[in-house]
């Protein structure tokens, strides 16, 4: 694993140490930061959480979590330390207006569709663009092109996605959250990207 | 998602903090606490305003409490303990003040709860696309109940803690469908709906109930122990009105209380994560339209008429005025449900037509000859809405549920459940 998974901080909004929420300036070593994941409903935004908190895809296996907020530290190679609290969003149609309360203040944005499904891409161009006109400026943005192990399936170009990410500035990625593939490559490139404090 | 640690003991951190501001050397503190809720009586009720002077003071008072003698070497955990005490003790002192305390909130809960009651007579889980196997009755009702404690406590802390127990249940429904049922984990697809689901029917009419005993007790001394038969009838009918008026879950007021008064450092993460998701619930409810629903539109707008018509029945039915007796109400209890029930603008009713003379007449100008149109108009009033009463409920009820009284009016709003500790105080010689 190219990152160093710590158990997920599940204490519940209590305090995870004393640095971290007491409002206070941010530890440029310490980041905490939230992550919004937007995508169609079926698309595999959870199962990319769960591979990414538990090290697991298999959707019949016995996990231990809702999978609606999770979090997750990774730590870099210059000895920083990202914790993502991801913020999962209602994939259909009817909560589509909702979701500015969800990204409101969200340091990530992970915009995530289906290659087998070229709906699921126009899906998350609307969501780029619902981003740009009302999200966080300094948002970092990532377009993820989920289910890569379903080759034969394939209806969205790789080439699709990488335009579409480069004309809009984002990261872009292709992920298996069945098979883990770019998994973690996801989350380490995001926290790389993610804007340092400045450090005293 | 599991229980906070520390929620396990809140009142024994509450009395510790209680205990240490009785401790003389904190003497400054209290006054400092003492002169800031007094303070609030100067000015009226701003909502935003007194958010910001809340959470300023309570920063205030972190850096004095992480200065003070008294908390010398305490560790990080006890002095957050000594702010979740003081944050309970300043809310509760201050909720009056700050609860629903601008009319515009309690006509928005008042809204909400409007529309919730009419929702709750028809909407079925599949209308929100909710899969069989997440359809657990006992579950959703706990979940209902976890969230219904939202009225029984008044620190913030407290209401948003009743908020996480409502979401765990939710969560634990969610991972058990996927342990025993193999239904894949779908994140908050599966979960919003649910907690929808389950927010709409958490002011379904038992709530009303418990709303009912707090309130018995409280007239119970006032009226009961004079043993007079017409004071006993009196105060039946002021519960059968409160029941009708009773105080709706005030969901927006709820909503709007935390995100002001919950210490800004603990409206984070996960908690923050939940509460997004019930102001989510409520957003839903309010825009809710027969385009939100996997529901045919001519069907969600009959299913809207009959609920209403069902509810403007109901009340009818039970107001004291139509029931034959002489049960003196409050003119301004009556003047509201007036007005309601014109503003529902019902045309065949023909309220303030020249078939009803005398809606707007006062009552120094009525003669001895009128007493007997009066009665003849009432009879036929009586009769009318009887008629009608009966023929909604034939009509609605093969495809509605019994109807929920819903709050109208104001004047016999109960008042807030009293939390459990509300007695408290920092009592001391000085």
Redesign the interface.
């Known amino acids: 694993m190219g990152c160093s998974s710590s158990l997920p901080d ?7 140490g ?1 640095n971290i ?3 206070g300036a941010p530890d440029p070593k310490n980041l905490r930061v939230k992550l919004v994941l937007l995508g169609d ?2 698309v595999g ?2 199962c990319i ?2 591979r990414f908190v538990r090290g697991q895809f298999d ?2 296996s ?8 999770l ?1 997750q530290t990774i730590a870099l190679q210059d000895s920083t330390t990202v914790k993502f ?1 991801i ?6 149609e ?2 589509a ?2 979701a500015p ?2 990204y409101r203040g969200a340091a990530v944005a992970v915009v995530v569709y289906d290659i087998t499904s070229p709906d699921s891409f126009t899906k998350a161009q609307y969501w780029v663009k619902e981003l740009q006109k009302h999200g966080n400026p300094d948002i970092v943005m990532a377009l993820v092109g989920n289910k890569a192990d379903l080759q034969e399936k394939r209806e969205v170009p790789v080439q699709d996605g990488i335009d579409y990410a480069e004309k809009n500035g984002m990261f872009f990625i292709e992920t298996s959250a069945k098979t883990a593939d770019n998994i973690n490559q996801l989350f380490e490139e995001i926290a790389k990207r993610l804007p340092r404090p400045p450090s005293s | ?6 929620a396990a003991s809140p009142s024994v951190t509450f009395y510790d903090f209680l205990d240490r501001m009785r401790n003389p050397a904190s003497l400054d503190l209290v006054r400092s606490i003492k002169s800031f809720i007094v303070s609030f009586s100067f000015y009226t009720a701003n909502p935003e305003n007194d958010g910001k002077r809340v959470q300023e003071f309570f ?1 205030t008072m972190e850096a004095a409490i992480g200065e003070h003698p008294l908390w010398a070497g305490a560790t ?2 006890e002095i ?1 303990s000594a702010l979740e005490g003081l944050e309970k003790y300043v809310m509760t002192k201050l909720f009056s003040r700050t609860f629903a305390s601008v009319p515009e909130d309690s006509k928005i809960d008042r809204e909400i709860s409007e529309k919730i009651g009419l929702l709750q007579t028809f909407l079925k889980p599949e209308h929100l ?1 909710i899969p069989a196997v997440l359809r657990n009755e006992a579950s959703w009702l706990l979940a209902e109940k976890e969230l219904q404690k939202i009225n029984s406590f008044k620190a913030p802390r407290e209401k948003l803690s009743c908020i ?1 127990s409502c ?1 765990r249940v ?3 429904l ?2 058990n469908a ?2 025993s049922e ?1 239904h ?6 599966d ?3 649910v907690l929808i689901y389950v927010t709409i029917k958490a002011s379904s009419p038992w709530i009303f109930l418990h709303h009912l005993f707090d309130h018995i007790s409280d007239l119970d001394v006032v009226h009961f122990q004079m043993k007079k038969q017409a004071e006993a009838m009196f105060v039946m009918e002021r519960i059968r009105f409160v029941l009708l008026m009773a105080n709706p879950p005030q969901l927006h007021s709820n909503l709007k209380f935390i995100q002001l008064y919950r210490r ?3 409206l ?7 509460f ?2 019930l ?2 619930a409520k ?2 409810v309010v ?1 809710l339209s027969a ?3 996997s529901m045919d539109e001519i069907k969600f707008e009959e299913s809207m008429q009959a609920a209403r018509l069902t509810n403007i029945a109901t009340q009818i039915e039970a107001s004291p005025t139509l029931q034959g007796q002489t049960i003196p109400i409050p003119p301004t209890a009556m003047h509201d449900k007036n007005k309601d029930i014109s503003d529902l603008q019902m045309p065949s009713i023909g309220i303030g037509g020249s078939n009803y003379p005398y809606m707007d007449a006062e009552a120094g100008e009525l003669t001895v000859g009128d007493v007997e149109r009066l009665l003849g108009l009432y009879k036929d009033v009586v009769t009318k809405y009887r008629s009608l009463c009966t023929a909604v409920r034939h009509l609605s009820v093969s495809k509605t549920e019994p109807p929920v009284p819903h709050s109208e009016g104001t004047s016999f709003l109960p008042k807030q459940p009293e939390g459990i500790n509300t007695k408290i105080d920092i009592q001391r010689e000085d």
């Open positions: 599940r204490t519940s909004g209590r305090l995870a004393p929420e007491n409002g409903s079926g935004k959870s959480v769960l959707p019949t016995k996990v231990t979590v809702g999978a609606s907020f979090s609290e913020w999962d969003t209602a994939g259909q009817r909560y207006a909702l309360l969800y | 998602m599991e229980a906070p640690a520390a920063l990080d955990e957050d696309d996480m979401c939710i969560n634990n969610l991972l996927s342990m193999n894949v984990l779908a994140g908050l697809d979960f919003l709906p800004q450092a603990k984070v993460s996960e908690a923050a994560y939940y997004t998701n102001v989510s957003t839903f825009d385009k939100s629903l």
